[in-house]
Structure formats: C-alpha cells, structure tokens
C-alpha cells in the first residue's frame, strides 16, 4: 500500500484567481470553444479520449460539457452551473455559458471592483426579467395552441440549431412536425382534476436509414429480435389482452442471492429446481389466460417455450428505460419476484399487436386499451454520429414544448431577443439612473460602466450567432439583430440584407443600421406591430432562455465574487 | 487529474485527412479490383484484402476523422453491401473540393450550401435517368426498338412512372431529342448500337399491349456485375434454382437474398466454384460415414440454438459466484456428471428418432461421438438464417436445450446427400454433405474455391456484393444506367446549373438599380463550388477508367471532356464512350474475351439507384461533419506528460 505512505502534498490556494493569468486564459479558451459552437452555423467538435475511443461529433452543450473537464476548479464551476441548467431545460446552454463567460471577461476588461459588478448585474438581470414579462414586451410571442403553426416553429429552431444533425430543409420540417405530433401525443386529452400528468415519448433509433422514414406512433414499440417465434400473431387484434410484465429475471439463474457463499450439496440441483418455479409461474399465467409475457430481463428458454407453446408472446430484455412507458400504458404492476403467485391486480391490458418492420429492427407495436399518453418516435438517420445528435436535438426539442404548456409564449431567436433587449437595458437604466444610483450606491462612472460591460455581453451572444466572418447589425428602429455576409460593403448593404434574424422586420431603404460593439445614441426599441402577416422565423424556448439568462447572470456573479480557490493536491 | 485538450483546426486538417484517406479507395474501384498486402509490424502477421470495407476493417484507425470515415462505411456495408469504395472516393474528392473553396475564400456556411444544392441535383438526375427493370434486356422486334428507347425518355419525367400512359405523350417526346437525359441513351447502345441516330424521328407507332413484365435477372445481374463476372454467375445460378423451386409461381424469377449461404472451400480451384440447392456443409471423417449410411432416407431434424454442451447455459444466465459444492467422498466425479448429460440427451434423441441436429453453437466433442455411433449426424455452426429456413420448411421447433425437445420440435423429411469428398485434395480429411428440404425451401448454397487461403475472403466479399446488387436492384425496381453515365450526367448538370448561377449574379449586378431581396438572391460562390463538386465525379469516372486499364489518367480526362463537349453540342454520350469501359474490362478478364467480337452483342452496363444515392449522400455526410467541425476535444489527458505539445491547449 505505497499510497498510503506517501507524503501529503500541500493544498493550492489561489489568491484573486480572476487575476490568475492561467485561469483566465482557460475561460478564454472556454469561450471561444462554446461561442464557436453556437447556431446554426456553428462549428462542431470531435470529443474522443487519447486512447481512441469513439469519436462524438457534436456542438451540443450538453454533450461538449460532460466531455470537458478541467484541472481548474474554476472552470469546473462554471461547467457544472451551465450543465444543471442543461439538465433542467435541456435549452440555451450555449447561451447561458457565452453570457456568463462574457460577463466575467467584460467586468474583469473595465476594471471595476467585483461588488460593483455584481451589484449591477443584479440589477439589471431585474430589468431584463421583469420587462420579459411585461405584456408590452417587444421580443416575446404568445404562443397560439388553436395551430401547430408556432410550436413546429420553435421546433425546427431547435432542431436547425444543431449542425451535426446533417438535415436538409425537408428532412429538417419533417422531424420539426414529427416532434410537434409526439409532444400532442403525450398531452392527456381528457384527465380530470387541474394537474395534468405528461406521458412520455420513447425515442429508438434506427441507423443505416433516410431521415425521412422517420416516424411516430401512438402507443410502444419494442424489440423483437427473436424472429424464430412470430408466427402466431394473426389472433390478436382488435380485443383487450391480458398482460403481465416482470422487473425480476426469470433466466433461472441464482442472481437475486447477491455475494457471499452458498455451500450445497452435490445432489442439489438448483437450475432445475429454479426452473420447476418457472414453468409453476408459467401454469399459473396460462390459467389467467394472459396473452403477452414481458420480462425486463432475461425468460429461461424452456419458460418461453412453453408460454409460446400456449399462444403467449413473449418479450424478454425489455430494458429498464421502457418499464415505466410500459406500466403507463398498459396498468400492470411489475412482478419483482417469482416466488408468489401473481395477485390479480397486477395484470395489464393491451390492444391490437402488430409487427412493424424498420430496417434490420423487428418491432412489437402494443397500444393502450382505453387513453394512454405514451408515444413512440422512430427516428433513423444515415450514420450514427449524425443520428446521436439526433436523438439528443429530438429530446431536447420535446422537452422545451412541453415548456410551452406552463407558459405559452416563445421568444424571438436569430439574436433579436439579445440586441432587443441591450437596447432596452440602455434606455431604461438611464432613464432611471437617480433613483438606482442611490439604491446601489456606486458612482456614475461606475454605473456606466456596469451597465456597458452588462449590454455588451449580451449583443455578444448575438454576434456568436455569425462563424463566417460576417458583420452583426442592429437597427435603430426595433433594435433588431441582422447579419452582413463578409464579402459586402455597407454602402450596398440595403440589396444585402434580408430580413432581421428573427425573421420579423423587413429591410426598407429608409432604415438606419449600426454595427454592434459600437457606440450608437439610445434608443427605446419600438415594440412591432402586431402584424398578423409576417410571422417570426425563429423562435427560441421563453422558459428556457429566461432560466439560462438568470443561470448565466447568478453564475458570472458568484465567479467575481470567489476571493480564493484552494484545490486540494491528492 | 484528468484533463481535456483542444486541438484548434485552423488549417481544416480533417479534410486533409479525409482526402489522404481517401486515397486507399483509388484501386479498389472500377470493374478490375487489385489485391492489398496489409502487414502488421508488431506481429508480422499480413492479410490480403480487395475492398475498402476490409482495408479499414484491418486498419484500426484511431485519428477522429479515420473513425467517422470507418463508421461510415460500416454502416453502408451493413445494409448495402457494396459501395464503400465510390463512397470513400467521393467523400476524398469533396472534401478536396471543400478545401479548394475555403481557399478561395468562401464560407463554410456557403460551401454546405450550394454542396447540397449539389447532391439535390445529382440525385434528381439519379431519379431522371433511373430504368424500370420491368422487362428490362427483353428482345424485342426492331421496329419496336426506338420506341422503347423513347419511352425512357418519357420516364425521365415520370420516374419508373406508368407506361401505360406513355402513349398519349410520344408526340412530345418526339420534339423533346435531347434536352431530356435519360437512361434511354443506354438502353440504345444496347438496342441498337450500330444504327443508332441522334435525331432519327422515325418513331414507330406500333405500341405493344404493355404488360408488366418480369425482370429478366440474368440480363441485370450481367449488367451489374462491375466485372466481378464469375461471381455474379453464381448469383444468378442461385436465382434460377431459387426460381425453379418457387412452386407458386414458375413464370416469375426471383432472388431471396436471405436465403443464400456461403460455403467456402480451400483447395480447389476456382473453377470449382458452384451453386446447389440446399445447404452445404463440411464435415470430419467420422461424421462422414454417418452421412454416408443416412443417405437417400427421410431423416428427422432437431434445431438447437446455443451450444449443446452440459456446461452450456443460455445468454443471460449467471452463473452463481459464491456456490461450493459439499463433496463427499463417494460422490461422482464432475465428468460422469457430464456422462449423464449425454445418456439423457442421446435416449431423448433416440426416443424421437431424430438423425440431424443442427445447431448454431458448438457441441461436446463426447456427444458427437456417441452421436456418430448411433447413427445421428451433429452440425455446427450453423448460420440463424439457416436454421430459421429449415424451420419454416420442416416444422422443427429450434429449442435452446436438448432437453426441451418433444415430438413438435422435430423436422421431418430432411435429406443428407454426399456433395463432395475433398479428402484426396487435401491434408485433413473433409466432406462436404448436402443437407436440403426436398424441395420446398429456397434454400441455397454458394460452394466458393479457391487454392489460395488468403483469397477465399475476397471472394467471398466479391460474392455477396454481386448478390446484393442483384437484390437491390430488384427491390429498387429500378437501375441506373452504368459506366459513368449517370455521373456524365450529373456533371453536366452540375456544370450547367453553375454557368446558370454565374450568368444570373453577373446580370443581377450590371444591373443595380434593381431591387432584389437579398434573402432571394442566389449565393454568388455556389457557381465555383458546383464546379468543384462536379471535378470530383470528372475525377471519379477518369479513376475508374484508368483502372479499367489501357488509358493513362490524362487519357482519361480527355476522353470525359471530349465527351461532355459532344454532349452540350447535342451529340448524346456516344456508344464509344461506354466503350472504353468494356474494351478495358476486356483486357483484364479472360472470361469475356469472347465479347469482342463485333457480331455479340453489347454488354449493357448498370448501376444500383439505392446504392448509388445513398453512398453518395453518406459521403457528402462525411464531408459536411468534418468540413464544420474546427477542434477535436481530446478527454482524459494527463496534462503533466502532454502538455508540451505545441497545438494542444489545455483546459
């Protein structure tokens, strides 16, 4: 036990660590890897380890910040701030970690103290909150259920966000609609009571095949890769069937004794023993006429043939993660032992099995017998890397309409909802500056600055928007966020520019542009007319962004506050 | 502590990479495939591999893109089975052509853009020039040729659509000569090779009653068999048997994939190489002379699925760690307890009067024997697919233990014939025995020879990717026409749709008073990179001619331009063209020398739509993922022992 004997080594303490030049240069580094990710247009990253493991081709925050870990705990901080946000909304990750690292690097560039800072931004993220909730607000939409029409939209901008994915604007809709569909699927049409429980949409992938195969279906889907045995099937439709499902193994195998040591006599002969116990649950299930035998580990052979024998399917390794869609959808109770009989209650019902058949993959469609709110996406792309993304956009994407039931509304994306809102904080901070320069208690000068570094942060994540060299601008009408290719001048601008990045103002001659990052006079962003015909493009997940705008600001908050790290050595 | 690094791409050495890569593709296409030595150092151990599936299989790759690009690949060849090699081509030809924009300073953002307007247009002219394999390669009367051949022009528009609507549209397809492309240039070359003329509009109107007709397989599978010409004769030898069998339908040929093995036989030569009806397997001696005594009877069958061993337990089954087994000494030994395994099984057998078992695993050496001894052939290794046939044909049940057989779970009318005794050719005493379902299954058998062990893989591989060009092909319902034309097309398409986009920037900017919607206007860039696109198919074709042999590469480039100028011109890809592709295969395979003479007929040449599709999209895929990605995050390093290197940085 060398370890053991080893000297402790000393633990680190790092005084001031924004000053740290090593610790600075990482967050750097950080965010010039994050900011090169986001949008559309993002780049993406090959994550693998130096032994060469499989190589993951993302630009999804989730995924790239598992993957990152750093010898700074500093770092480290801030990863695992943005990856619970990650972990709740599933949305704005990138944003929230561009923001935060923004803001750090800003106030640690205008060289004001810490307190002021975050004196500040606090202040400001108030501003920002309460003015996305403000009826009058310029940048949010009300979300409309009567149409499918807004919640596709702010599907496929979370779908189109992800690069990696490899969709073409057709195979980008159809996945769009696809996740729409399953996100109705599992909305209870009529449960009574005001809470409202969500089913769950199973995602299975399916490599080798066109994005467009991809499908939905009400009900579950489950593997059947035993092809000897499907003969039977032709009986069961229309009518309930009976159903039981097993969380216990019934390999017959002495698995549930755990560790420790048996002593048995040579005559004993367990495997059969266990397996006389099987073929008793088998009678038993025969009796009770049940039709359809799940396990979520593994059946013995000689249980499943003689089920089989008896017209039953039978379906082992289920898995863990289809145990719980699968009590939903079908009422039955898991059986965890095989050593009682099976109490009555504990069956389940399904209705109509049918095969389906997706690739190589043989499929068992079961449906629910009466209302269920369970739903199942096949999704199937070209490769697996391609279709990894996939899968983790598809989540993400269901998670942030489910969002949209508790607060209906969407905000603008393409950048709009960014510059929008720094023009705003601008305008109404001075228009309140006396009365918030005696409740912080700072000098103007500091004031100014806060809210500078603030604002600039901000466009920031509007700008991250654009990898290909091109100019963001704002315009001082609406304060909207456009992009200009880099090939052209701004004098033949006007024939250059297309709408906004949201997708809701027209370029018209007469408007006046600047360039972000520059100085440009104030100006109160005039909230658009709520004109019917124009619709916005992009739209961006409300909960989500004003979760990660509060995440990100908290974040850079308590960064600037952090006086010393002390990184333990062993 | 672990780490992570970040490797910044400024120089977009993925694509680099991708397009060195690449490169391994270069002799593995076209219809003459040349073998690889790859050596391992370490080992000094060497295999020979022909297709680009086996080189990256061999290769173990480690470099992020080598990985994607290996993925890639095997994800084709699972489904497809042929392919790779165009794909890994074109995906080093891309994304040389990505890395040729990016230095001429256009946008990663641009570059995806007009590549997938790109692939839009390719594979539309994949879907234009597609030909129903209905009734394909059926002689017919001259006069009926031409209008054949314009019926596939009315195709271009219809894809594979309705013939029988073609009627009402021959006067428009008349006046239409060449401004559609289609694969009725091809079906001319075969038609009518010697009197064929571009602007002939004597149509004759004499339409034939249409009928769906049936593929004519042994014409598709000649056209599809890229010079793999042997193998694809076995191909349709398993077909015609495969036919012969289907008692439902006798006028209908067809090709069950699923239900063709692969026997492979070292030791002979390859002109042993053959197909029989049934299932083919390999035995020792002593099996042997049972097989012998079980021949020409009506024998009885038992599927296992596992092994069957006494220790053999099925998957999932865990075997308790802490159990000790209390002995006393009078106890019987661990092997009698296995004697008395065999003792129930083989009284069970002999009870159900079983004389074949087919199992998927491995049996005990003991029980073959006692097996032999009563007269019950035991054979390994059986495929699932097999098994899965001889149940559906015989009845039996396949059953993991022995012990869960009954009187259901056994086949019957199984028969066992001797199908070759090898024992003289070589060493270690072998025969092959023909295990087969008296007819009603289609099961059938692929005996694959050769005298070189190292070659027998290839073969094997040459094989299946015959047999699945000929399924697809029949799945597809549809063919392309082969030897570079469809890429011929696809160039001229691409070309035209740059010149277009070139020509409409230019005018939109002389004018500048007018007003367009920046949003609408086409990207000034995707004229060159269309360009580009279209150069990496030039290079293709230029590739696969040179392998084809008797052409340098300049040769080759010449003759496509040569070609793609007759075209604009209105000229149609000349016979001569598709030519050069067959006097080459000729050169190199001594089989089809008799082709030559000018009185037989033309080989036609075809290629998969699917394949063709789906290789080229999976390689514009690889393309795109590396051409975006700028950093590849490297986990888990230990930042005190790498952290010098210059291009790393460490967070």
């Known amino acids: 036990m060398m370890s053991r004997l080893a000297k402790k080594s000393p633990s680190l303490c790092t005084d001031q660590?924004?000053?740290?030049?090593?610790?600075?240069?990482?967050?750097?580094?950080?965010?010039?890897?994050?900011?090169?990710?986001?949008?559309?247009?993002?780049?993406?990253?090959?994550?693998?380890?130096?032994?060469?493991?499989?190589?993951?081709?993302?630009?999804?925050?989730?995924?790239?910040?598992?993957?990152?870990?750093?010898?700074?705990?500093?770092?480290?901080?801030?990863?695992?701030?943005?990856?619970?946000?990650?972990?709740?909304?599933?949305?704005?990750?990138?944003?929230?970690?561009?923001?935060?690292?923004?803001?750090?690097?800003?106030?640690?560039?205008?060289g004001l103290r810490g307190s002021v800072v975050i004196k500040v931004n606090k202040y400001l993220l108030d501003l920002c909150t309460c003015y996305l909730q403000q009826e009058d607000c310029g940048v949010r939409v009300k979300l409309d259920f009567c149409s499918s029409q807004n919640l596709i939209k702010l599907a496929r901008s979370s779908i189109s966000s992800k690069p990696a994915c490899v969709l073409t604007e057709q195979e980008t809709l159809h996945i769009s609609r696809l996740a729409v569909q399953a996100f109705l699927l599992t909305v209870p049409c009529n449960s009574p009571g005001t809470t409202v429980t969500l089913g769950k949409t199973v995602i299975v992938s399916v490599e080798g095949h066109s994005v467009l195969s991809s499908s939905v279906f009400p009900g579950l889907l489950v593997d059947m890769p035993d092809v000897f045995h499907l003969n039977n099937m032709e009986y069961l439709h229309s009518n309930p069937l009976r159903m039981v499902l097993f969380s216990a193994s019934l390999a017959g195998d002495l698995s549930e004794l755990g560790d420790g040591r048996i002593e048995m006599h040579p005559g004993v002969d367990t495997d059969s023993q266990i397996l006389d116990q099987l073929l008793e649950l088998g009678k038993q299930v025969v009796k009770d006429e049940v039709k359809l035998f799940v396990c979520q580990k593994v059946i013995h052979p000689v249980l499943q043939q003689y089920l089989r024998s008896r017209g039953i399917i039978v379906i082992e390794r289920l898995g863990i993660t289809l145990m719980e869609p699968l009590t939903q959808l079908t009422g039955a109770q898991p059986v965890a032992t095989l050593h009682t009989t099976i109490p009555p209650q504990a069956y389940g019902k399904v209705r109509d099995l049918t095969i389906r058949q997706f690739g190589s993959k043989t499929m068992l469609h079961l449906q629910p017998p009466g209302e269920s709110a369970i739903c199942t996406m096949i999704l199937s792309h070209r490769n697996e890397t391609m279709l990894s993304e996939l899968k983790v956009v598809c989540q993400k994407t269901e998670h942030v309409l489910r969002f949209t039931l508790r607060e209906p509304s969407a905000l603008l994306g393409g950048g709009c909802t960014e510059t929008h809102l720094a023009a705003y904080v601008r305008h109404k901070s001075m228009?309140?500056?006396?009365?918030?320069?005696?409740?912080?208690?700072?000098?103007?000068?500091?004031?100014?600055?806060?809210?500078?570094?603030?604002?600039?942060?901000?466009?920031?994540?509007?700008?991250?928007?654009?990898?290909?060299?091109?100019?963001?601008?704002?315009?001082?009408?609406?304060?909207?966020?456009?992009?200009?290719?880099?090939?052209?001048?701004?004098?033949?601008?006007?024939?250059?520019?297309?709408?906004?990045?949201?997708?809701?103002?027209?370029?018209?001659?007469?408007?006046?542009?600047?360039?972000?990052?520059?100085?440009?006079?104030?100006?109160?962003?005039?909230?658009?007319?709520?004109?019917?015909?124009?619709?916005?493009?992009?739209?961006?997940?409300?909960?989500?962004?004003?979760?990660?705008?509060q995440v990100a600001v908290e974040t850079a908050n308590l960064a600037l506050d952090v006086r010393y790290v002390i990184h333990d050595m062993n | 502590m672990p780490g992570s690094t970040i490797i910044n791409h400024r120089q977009h050495v993925g694509l680099q990479k991708l397009s060195a890569l690449a490169g391994i593709s270069h002799s593995s296409l076209g219809p003459n495939k040349k073998y690889k030595f790859i050596q391992d150092d370490a080992s000094g151990d060497s295999t020979l591999v022909c297709s680009c599936f086996r080189i990256f299989e061999s290769l173990e790759l480690t470099c992020?893109?080598?990985?994607?690009?290996?993925?890639?690949?095997?994800?084709?060849?699972?489904?497809?089975?042929?392919?790779?090699?165009?794909?890994?081509?074109?995906?080093?030809?891309?994304?040389?052509?990505?890395?040729?924009?990016?230095q001429r300073g256009i946008s990663v953002a641009q570059?995806?853009?007009?590549?997938?307007?790109?692939?839009?247009?390719?594979?539309?002219?994949?879907?234009?020039?597609?030909?129903?394999?209905?009734?394909?390669?059926?002689?017919?009367?001259?006069?009926?040729?031409?209008?054949?051949?314009?019926?596939?022009?009315?195709?271009?528009?219809?894809?594979?659509?309705?013939?029988?609507?073609?009627?009402?549209?021959?006067?428009?397809?008349?006046?239409?000569?060449?401004?559609?492309?289609?694969?009725?240039?091809?079906?001319?070359?075969?038609?009518?090779?010697?009197?064929?003329?571009?602007?002939?509009?004597?149509?004759?109107?004499?339409?034939?009653?249409?009928?769906?007709?049936?593929?004519?397989?042994?014409?598709?599978?000649?056209?599809?068999?890229?010079?793999?010409?042997?193998?694809m004769n076995l191909v349709v030898e398993a077909s015609r048997i495969q036919t012969k069998n289907n008692q439902h339908d006798v006028s209908c040929s067809t090709f069950d994939v699923n239900k063709v093995t692969s026997c492979v036989l070292l030791g002979l030569s390859?002109?042993?190489?053959?197909?029989?009806?049934?299932?083919?397997?390999?035995?020792?001696?002593?099996?042997?002379?049972?097989?012998?005594?079980?021949?020409?009877?009506?024998?009885?069958?038992?599927?296992?699925?596992?092994?069957?061993?006494?220790?053999?337990?099925?998957?999932?089954?865990?075997?308790?760690?802490?159990?000790?087994?209390?002995?006393?000494?009078?106890?019987?030994?661990?092997?009698?307890?296995?004697?008395?395994?065999?003792?129930?099984?083989?009284?069970?057998?002999?009870?159900?009067?079983?004389?074949?078992?087919?199992?998927?695993?491995?049996?005990?050496?003991?029980?073959?024997?006692?097996?032999?001894?009563?007269?019950?052939?035991?054979?390994?290794?059986?495929?699932?697919?097999?098994?899965?046939?001889?149940?559906?044909?015989?009845?039996?049940?396949?059953?993991?233990?022995?012990?869960?057989?009954?009187?259901?779970?056994?086949?019957?009318?199984?028969?066992?014939?001797?199908?070759?005794?090898?024992?003289?050719?070589?060493?270690?005493?072998?025969?092959?025995?023909?295990?087969?379902?008296?007819?009603?299954?289609?099961?059938?058998?692929v005996i694959l020879t050769s005298c070189v062990h190292g070659k027998l893989q290839a073969l094997e591989d040459q094989f299946w990717?015959?047999?699945?060009?000929?399924?697809?092909?029949?799945?597809?319902?549809?063919?392309?026409?082969?030897?570079?034309?469809?890429?011929?097309?696809?160039?001229?398409?691409?070309?035209?749709?740059?010149?277009?986009?070139?020509?409409?920037?230019?005018?939109r900017n002389g004018d500048s008073a007018q007003q367009t919607k920046a949003g609408t206007t086409a990207n000034p860039c995707?004229?060159?990179?269309?360009?580009?696109?279209?150069?990496?198919?030039?290079?293709?074709?230029?590739?696969?001619?040179?392998?084809?042999?008797?052409?340098?590469?300049?040769?080759?480039?010449?003759?496509?331009?040569?070609?793609?100028?007759?075209?604009?011109?209105?000229?149609?890809?000349?016979?001569?063209?598709?030519?050069?592709?067959l006097e080459g295969e000729q050169d190199g395979s001594a089989a089809s020398i008799s082709m030559k003479s000018s009185e037989a007929p033309a080989v036609k040449i075809y290629d998969n739509l699917s394949v063709k599709q789906e290789a080229w999209r999976k390689a514009l895929d690889v393309v795109f993922l590396v051409l975006q990605a700028d950093a590849e995050i490297i986990t888990g390093i230990d930042q005190k022992t790498d952290g010098a290197q210059g291009n790393l940085m460490l967070l």
């Open chain 2, 64 to 102: 992020a893109v080598g990985q994607l690009v290996h993925e890639t690949i095997q994800a084709h060849q699972k489904v497809y089975h042929t392919g790779s090699g165009c794909m890994l081509f074109l995906a080093g030809a891309w994304s040389h052509a990505a890395l040729e924009c990016l």
């Open chain 1, 431 to 549: 228009k309140e500056a006396t009365e918030a320069l005696s409740s912080l208690g700072c000098s103007q000068t500091d004031y100014l600055l806060g809210i500078e570094g603030f604002c600039r942060s901000l466009e920031s994540v509007a700008t991250a928007l654009e990898h290909d060299d091109g100019k963001s601008l704002l315009d001082l009408t609406h304060a909207h966020h456009w992009t200009l290719p880099a090939d052209v001048m701004k004098e033949h601008m006007e024939h250059n520019l297309g709408p906004c990045g949201c997708g809701l103002v027209e370029s018209i001659p007469d408007k006046k542009w600047t360039y972000l990052h520059t100085k440009y006079p104030q100006i109160s962003p005039a909230p658009l007319a709520r004109d019917t015909a124009v619709q916005p493009r992009v739209l961006d997940s409300f909960t989500a962004k004003v979760n990660a705008l």
């Open chain 2, 465 to 507: 990717a015959c047999a699945y060009r000929l399924h697809h092909a029949l799945r597809d319902k549809a063919i392309l026409p082969g030897a570079g034309l469809t890429e011929m097309l696809c160039i001229h398409h691409l070309q035209e749709q740059a010149e277009r986009t070139v020509r409409h920037y230019r005018e």
């Open chain 2, 270 to 445: 390859e002109e042993h190489s053959c197909v029989t009806p049934g299932c083919i397997v390999t035995l020792s001696a002593e099996q042997a002379s049972v097989a012998h005594h079980l021949k020409e009877q009506h024998l009885k069958v038992a599927l296992i699925n596992g092994d069957l061993s006494d220790s053999y337990r099925h998957l999932g089954f865990n075997r308790p760690t802490g159990v000790q087994r209390v002995t006393a000494p009078s106890d019987l030994s661990s092997s009698s307890k296995e004697e008395e395994w065999i003792e129930k099984v083989v009284t069970l057998l002999l009870k159900l009067e079983v004389n074949l078992i087919l199992i998927s695993g491995l049996a005990s050496e003991k029980l073959i024997l006692r097996c032999c001894r009563y007269g019950i052939l035991v054979v390994e290794k059986v495929m699932a697919s097999v098994l899965k046939a001889f149940a559906t044909a015989t009845g039996a049940v396949p059953v993991t233990y022995a012990t869960q057989l009954s009187k259901h779970c056994v086949g019957i009318e199984v028969t066992v014939a001797i199908w070759g005794d090898l024992s003289s050719h070589e060493r270690r005493p072998s025969t092959t025995v023909n295990i087969s379902t008296g007819g009603n299954s289609d099961l059938v058998t």
């Open chain 1, 17 to 110: 660590p924004l000053d740290n030049t090593d610790i600075c240069n990482k967050l750097y580094l950080l965010r010039h890897l994050l900011t090169s990710c986001f949008g559309p247009r993002g780049r993406l990253k090959q994550v693998h380890n130096n032994i060469g493991g499989r190589v993951v081709t993302t630009s999804t925050s989730s995924v790239l910040l598992s993957a990152v870990s750093s010898s700074q705990p500093f770092i480290n901080l801030i990863k695992i701030s943005i990856l619970n946000h990650v972990s709740r909304f599933s949305d704005c990750g990138l944003f929230a970690a561009i923001l935060c690292l923004s803001i750090i690097e800003r106030a640690k560039q205008s």
């Open chain 2, 111 to 231: 570059i995806i853009l007009a590549m997938s307007e790109g692939m839009d247009i390719c594979l539309d002219v994949c879907k234009k020039s597609s030909v129903s394999t209905e009734g394909l390669g059926v002689e017919q009367p001259e006069s009926c040729t031409k209008t054949s051949a314009r019926l596939g022009l009315q195709m271009s528009k219809k894809p594979i659509g309705d013939a029988s609507q073609t009627s009402c549209h021959l006067q428009e397809t008349k006046t239409n000569g060449h401004k559609t492309l289609n694969g009725s240039v091809q079906r001319k070359i075969k038609l009518s090779r010697h009197s064929y003329e571009a602007k002939s509009e004597n149509v004759s109107t004499i339409l034939q009653p249409h009928q769906p007709k049936h593929p004519d397989i042994a014409h598709i599978a000649e056209g599809l068999s890229h010079g793999c010409v042997d193998a």
């Open chain 2, 526 to 581: 995707s004229g060159v990179v269309l360009h580009l696109m279209a150069d990496g198919l030039i290079d293709y074709i230029s590739t696969v001619l040179v392998n084809t042999g008797g052409i340098s590469k300049v040769g080759a480039r010449t003759a496509v331009s040569q070609q793609l100028r007759d075209y604009k011109e209105g000229v149609g890809f000349a016979a001569k063209f598709s030519q050069l592709f």
